[in-house]
């Protein structure tokens, strides 16, 4: 989606890795290939991490390779513990064990999962974190169209009302419930990195987990705010507008990049819960500005997911956001969304 910071080739970053099991084999991987270096006025930090390319550009603060390690290490720890790609997860021990056993969770899960609770219950099921079996099902990376009952038969494995929740335990009621995190999670990484940084005394930064981005302060290039590129659906890698962002976050989702074609029709990878199938509406994309990434992030899917009409409502009742549908026919802006626009 692009930022306001070019990345420049740096030294490749390690440390120690800490931890144990996933959360160790995770860190491990991502100090690999992560790279240390400077940009226009900030320090710049890239590395891959929950199936994207992440950077965090940061000015001020401790050394940076202190925030450096820092970042990586509490990235590689919440991948670790909550991807369902990783064998031995949290999570994964928890989809594990559906239909059968509790399972422990920290303080951490426990607000995760209250987060995907009311994710559920504010977009009417159009997010739901237990669309697990759906997913799977529509894989685009096969390209297959199931059949009716292979979605009805998913279906009946879908709603947050079968996730069971107690004080430092969780357990999924049914056998075959699988609860996956891709609508949240990386927006939730992206404000805890910024929560963190600003707590070691960092007092300017740019974090984008792929293009779910949040800033604090101000850039070190001298400009009043952060610039930022929403992608065009039409041309992907290409920035259609660029907004200013000051303070807070903005996301963009859309199904037009991943998806396959099958009977001259086009399935995206967003799926809705309440149909099982991939969302079929005008909307190619939404991007939304917010006070937080999780908010952006759970705004701009659901607008992706309940069309372009109930996307415009949700955000003209949602206070403290702005937003942008770009749709087969034209532009849905919402009031205020134009005086976040820039040349």
């Not at 996301?251 to 995206?268: C, E, L």
Request: hydrophobic share 40%; with cysteine; net charge positive.
């Amino acid at each position: 989606m692009g930022g306001v910071v070019d990345s420049k080739a740096g030294k490749g970053f390690s440390g120690p890795a800490t931890g144990r099991g996933p959360e160790e084999a995770v860190r491990a991987r991502i100090r690999s290939d992560a790279r240390l270096g400077r940009g226009p006025g900030a320090h710049e930090l890239l590395f891959a991490a929950m199936g994207t390319r992440c950077r965090v550009s940061f000015r001020g603060g401790p050394a940076p390779e202190a925030v450096a390690t820092a970042v990586l290490d509490w990235v590689g720890g919440f991948e670790g513990r909550y991807s369902r790609y990783v064998e031995d997860s949290w999570l994964s021990r928890v989809n594990a064990a559906a239909g059968g056993d509790w399972t422990p969770m920290d303080a951490e899960a426990e607000q995760l999962m209250r987060l995907c609770g009311q994710l559920a219950y504010l977009t009417h099921g159009a997010l739901d974190a237990t669309s697990l079996p759906l997913t799977r099902l529509w894989d685009w990376r096969r390209g297959r169209v199931p059949t009716d009952a292979e979605v009805e038969a998913a279906r009946g494995l879908v709603g947050w009302r079968g996730v069971e929740l107690a004080p430092g335990k969780i357990r999924l009621s049914r056998a075959g419930m699988a609860i996956d995190l891709g609508g949240v999670g990386k927006e939730y990484a992206v404000d805890q990195t910024i929560l963190m940084l600003a707590r070691m005394g960092v007092g300017s930064a740019l974090v984008d987990y792929g293009a779910d981005i949040r800033v604090m302060g101000l850039p070190g290039d001298g400009r009043a705010a952060w610039k930022i590129g929403l992608e065009d659906p039409a041309n992907p890698g290409h920035a259609r507008v660029h907004v200013v962002v000051r303070d807070g976050a903005v996301a963009t989702s859309g199904g037009y990049v991943r998806g396959f074609d099958a009977g001259g029709r086009r399935f995206g990878h967003i799926v809705d819960p309440r149909t099982g199938r991939p969302a079929a509406n005008d909307v190619l994309a939404a991007s939304v500005l917010a006070p937080s990434c999780t908010q952006a992030g759970m705004l701009s899917t659901a607008i992706c997911v309940l069309g372009a009409e109930s996307g415009r409502r949700l955000l003209s009742t949602t206070p403290g956001v702005e937003g942008c549908i770009v749709t087969k026919m034209g532009l849905v802006e919402s009031g205020r969304f134009h005086e976040h626009v820039t040349a």
